[in-house]
C-alpha cells in the first residue's frame, strides 16, 4: 500500500514537474547541446564557486540547467558532512537579506567518500556517478528558487523532523535532474552506491530507505517522450 502511494506520488509530481519543464527544455536543448569542450563549459560559470578538482564536471552538470545560469552557487569541500556526501542548502544570510532572484545557495561536499577501510577523492568517481551526484543537488536548488524565505526556513526544519519529508525532497530532486537530462546519471550514481562492495551499510540503507531506487528513475526516463536524457 505505501509503496503503491509513493509510486502515484513519484508518477504525479514528476508528470507535474515535466510538464513545466517542457517547453523550457525543448528550446534550450538545441542551443546547450554538445559541450564537451571546457572552454565551452564555463559559460556556465557565471556566480558560481567551484574546486579546480571538480570545476568540469560541475560546470557540464550545471549545464543541463539553464534556470540556474545566473544563480549564485559555492560549491564548497568539507572534511565530513554528517550522515551525507553533498547538501545544497541556500546561504542564510541571503535567505534574510536577498530577494528570491538574488539568494545564493551552497553545495556542501566531502572531501573524499568515505569506505569501509580505505577513503577515494571526492573527483575519482566514475565521471557519470559525480555528473549524477551534483546533477541531484542542482535538483534540490531548482526545488529551492520559487520557495519564499520563510518556507525554506520551514523546509529545513521539516527535513530534519520527518523521514517522509525527506522522502519527498528527494524525489523532487530527482524529478527535476530527470527532467532535465540527467536520468541516466541518476541512475548511475545510484547503482554505484548500492552496489559499492566497500559503501558503509549504514550509508547503503539510509539510501535504499529514503530515497527512489534505480528502477524507480528508471521508469521516470522511460515516461520522458522526448527521450532527453540522451541529448547531452
Ligand atoms: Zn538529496
Redesign the pocket.
Known sequence: MTYLLINTFISLQFLLIYNSLELTNKKESLTESCTTVESDLERFSDNKTIPDEIREVALEALSYFPDLRQTEIDFQFKKAIHG?V???QPKISSLFFSSKKTRGYRIKISRELVLEDDSIPIEDLPKDVLLGWIG??L??IKDYLDRSALNLLGFGVRYYLSNTFITE??IA??SYAVAFGLGEKIIATKNFVLNHEKIPLDYKKKIEKL?LSPGEILSMVDNDPEGNQEEN
Do not use: I, L, N, P
Open positions: 551525507s553533498m547538501q545544497a541531484h543537488e535538483g534540490h525532497a528527494e530532486a530527482d530515497y
